[in-house]
């Protein structure tokens, strides 16, 4: 009986780490990533960066027009999911490598936050890093394909982590992008808003804005903002051009 009782506990010692991992993973508070550039010393004119994201849904072609016309640089995250959807908007970016860079946002916009049965802002997310292994896989390869460039770069569902992730997204050659300035709420807020924070950019500032929603007038916003910005005399660099520098974690509102 006792030979039997060793081996059973053998048995379920793995078990038992697993489902330690998972009350761990699940235990870890979802956060937001900071990041502002890392700007030499030396004095130059206010630079920014302007992420946008690609969620799902459609594409913002007034926003990436004006983006082409005032030569406008941005890095684009884009999911597999809206790539697949939007071969339209895809070859205008191609159209214009020199201005637009496409990262991985995912396969499928799944937060990268681990735990069944959690949610980050109504969406599910991983269950296990396995299932975040895949999102970002997905998504990389999808990228590859479209452009014939590996990304380096991965903004996850929602832009929050949880430790876990972050340690997994990083064991596979990833760069987090962060961000300093949130534009838009996910396109959600209205134009005057929208316009309000990205004129109050700051030299170095990250600015997470998106462009799959062009039935929102959050990117007549951006817009309104971006004009400010070039007026008073601002630059605009891409993340493949750039050193970010995180300077603080904020837990999810």
Known sequence: MMRFSSALCTLLAPLALVAA????AASAPAIELHERLQLGAAAHAPTVALTLDACGGD??????????????PATVFATQRWLARNPDGLQLLLAHRDLFEIE??????????????RKVYGIAAEPDLAHLDAEIESGASAITRATGVRPRWYRGATALYDQPALIEIAARGYRVAGFSLNA?????????????????????????????KPRADAGEGLIDGLTTL???????VQLRDSALQSFGLAAAR
């Open 184 to 212: 838009d709420a996910g396109a959600t807020l209205p134009r005057n808003a929208v316009s309000a924070r990205v004129r109050a950019a700051r030299d170095g500032d990250v600015i997470l804005a998106h462009v799959n």
């Open 104 to 117: 991985d946002h995912g396969a499928n916009h799944v937060p990268a936050v681990i735990g069944v049965g």
């Open 59 to 72: 594409f913002d072609r007034e926003v990436v027009q004006f983006l082409i016309e005032r030569h406008i």
């Open 21 to 24: 991992s998972a009350a761990v």
């Open 230 to 236: 070039l007026q008073r005399g601002y630059q605009f």
